[in-house]
């Protein structure tokens, strides 16, 4: 059977062979380029644009401003989580009369090649009234700071707080009390190859875009009703990326500057984003600051959790809403079982790049913080912190388990899981009890070695709804097509084996259909996990029906029983004797020749996510002059309930590891007191090489399936990102522990220097070795 089975995927060949169409591949007959003229400062008044110079030049065919674009344009919508009061923080294809961080789009160019559009852009003179740039959520929240949105009035754009039991009464009542400040840094999602997209404009005012991804249905809706048209007249085609991550495939400006302009000027207009564009504009992710409290017994049980939360939300309100804020709050708690629950989070406004999601949002930020604060809480009693954790996870004859927060409009509640399972198995990978020898090895050698894990609880399969239709045309093949979208990861290979396991035929003899608006009825794409959890379950239902059909248009041609006919190997078979009435070509064919259809649809609904949960563990050592860390080992567990193909959710869990080293040692978009950011080339922005990836040891899980799908699925996406962090500073905290330190390393990213100081400022140096 199809489902289970670690078969290649059918998205490679093409992939590898340089057969891929991505944006920079498409060129169209009269074909211009556009580029964006973008804000220089941080903060400041609009005084005079000057564009006359630009259109001067020869091959430009069009400059415009937000002046130029129509006087009841909207502003780009909220996709996730949308909140009220938060419409008046959303941006505008175009800045009118204040630019709000450095990058806000203020003109479009469009000339007849992409150098000419950028001399064009150069000649652009704009002419600003600075204003003090706010850079951090504290300065954000100083009274003597100037609101970034007079019609919200406060810089403290919204707050979300949430409570589970008497927390006052708990935490009163508690032995001990823990209490400390943990931050997380900015960083993003780097996909291979920058965004694109290429508008064509149609003869009667009908629009083809090139270049969707992620949510294309959705974001034809929102293009539709900013430029005052119908549905119908916009088609939307995916092409290839180089990645999505979550950052990709959210409408952004560009994504309404392009349309427009190629309307405007009646031909076909490209835009690509440069790299420095990339790191500037693109939705910036995680950056938090945590004031967190515990309450804990001497066993190490806790019994309360308070956090104060503040996100720093940047500039404006994008796509995402309170999605970060949200999911930070709901999967806060994590696999624990805790009475009493406060949380409180800060929407904050700065002058810096608008945020959105990236790749395990609020999980990275959150598990980082939960995760540290428990291996601190076991320092402090000098318990392990493995036992720590046993004595605080939820149990499997507590599932279904709520942990009294919400998030994206659902109780969070916990479907299925054996936590203590996962976390012997954990201790049993890395020879848990075996380390002090470990440890006694590398201190004679002069190293040091430290040993930590984290556990998490993910969330998956976001609803509402997603579309399959499977049908099987009159010459014998199969089609599903589907609402999702590929952004790398195998979304056909996926749809291809599930509708296989219904037919029973090699699974490279489907043939997957997504990502065109014109071909595909519906659709919400591919986000927050989702895809093989919803998707999945769309498609396995009308590849169902469609089956259904077949065996009763079988039974009716071939005079026999329905009940005695299965489908195996492309044909139509009686069930007892194995014996072939007729192959499915042969059926199709005859169908066809009598006006019948095969094919089917199905919406499949999820009210309720679903929620994989896992354990990273990594043993390091470290190197006591430099600081550098070696990692020797790192092992994952992830139970997803039941695994479509297990290859690559390993390559999943493997990609994601990768990511979450970046968030862990090397990635920060870091800004300077203007609001000018430092890091905006890859001399700055460090990304981790095949040289810094440590060799991971993957286990999939299918122990606890969910309730909520036909399958069993729960989505894998995202669980080999969200507890990079914190495994890895536990166990260099591990490594380099003393009687008095046991909070340090509470800020992301973990830089060498950092480690370094650490260790020189309690001497841990060689006896004889010079400063």
Known sequence: MAIGESVKRL??????????????????????????????????????????GARRLPGVVCVLTAKDLPDDLLPIPMRLSPEKS???????????????????????????????AEDAADRVTVQYETLQAITSVDSALASSSSVLH????????????????????????????????????????????????????????????????????FNRSVLAKLLNKSEADIRMIELDVGGGFGVRGEFYPEDYLVPYVSLQVGRPVRWIEDRLEHLQAINHSREQKHKLTIGYDKTGRIHALRDEIFVDMGAYIRTHGVTVPELTQGMLPGPYDISAIELVTHVVATN???????????????????????????????????????????????????????????????????????????????????????????????????????????????????????SLSPDGKFYCKSGLADVGQGVKTMLAQICADQFSVPYNEIRVVHGDTDVVKKGNGSFATRGTVVGGNAAWHAAGELKEQILDQGSRMGNVNRDRLELADGYLRESDTKKPLMSLHELATRC??????????????????????GVHAAEVEIDKETGAVNILKYYIAYDIGRAVNPETIRGQLMGGMAQGLGGTFYEELRYDDSGQLLSGTFM????????????????????????????????AGEGGTVAVAPALANAIANAIAGDDDETVLTSLPLRTETIRTILRQKDTRPAGVAE
């Open 150 to 217: 007079e019609r919200i009035g406060r810089n403290d754009l919204f707050r979300i707080h949430s409570t589970k039991g008497d927390i006052h009464k708990v935490l009163s009542s508690c032995e001990y009390v823990f209490e400390e400040d943990f931050y997380v840094q900015r960083h993003s999602g780097i996909p291979l190859e920058t965004r694109g997209i290429i508008s064509v404009p149609g003869p009667d005012g009908q629009l083809l875009i090139y270049g969707a991804a992620k949510v294309v249905h």
């Open 352 to 470: 810096k790049t608008p945020t959105g999601t990236y790749r395990g949002p609020g999980r990275f930020e959150s598990t980082f913080v939960r995760e540290r604060a428990i291996d601190c809480i076991a320092q402090r009693l000098n318990i392990d912190p493995a036992a720590v954790r046993e004595r605080n996870l939820i149990r499997p004859d507590q599932m279904p388990y709520s942990n009294g927060i919400l998030a994206l409009g659902q109780e969070i509640e916990f479907d299925s899981g054996d936590y203590p399972q996962l976390l012997d198995r954990a201790r049993e990978k890395l020879d848990w009890d075996g380390f002090s020898d470990r440890k006694r090895e590398s201190e004679q050698s002069g190293r040091l070695r430290g040993h930590g894990l984290a556990m998490f609880v993910e969330k998956s399969g976001y609803g509402p709804w997603e579309f399959a239709e499977v």
């Open 11 to 52: 998205e490679d060949p093409r992939l590898l062979t340089g057969m891929g169409c991505y944006a920079g591949d498409v060129v169209l007959p009269e074909q211009c380029e556009a580029v964006l003229v973008r804000s220089r400062h941080a903060y400041a008044r609009i005084t005079g644009i000057d564009v006359e």
């Open 86 to 116: 938060l419409e008046y923080a959303l941006q505008y294809p175009l800045a009118k009369d204040v630019v709000r961080y450095v990058g806000d789009p203020i003109a479009v160019v469009v000339a007849e090649n992409r150098y000419i």
């Open 592 to 613: 066809a020749e009598q006006g019948i259809e095969l094919r089917a649809e199905h919406t499949f609904s999820a009210p309720h996510m679903t929620y994989p949960y």
């Open 684 to 715: 700055d922005y460090l990304l981790p090489g095949a040289t810094e990836v440590p060799e991971v040891e993957i286990e999939i899980l299918e122990n606890a399936p969910s309730r909520f799908n036909p399958l069993g699925l729960k989505g």
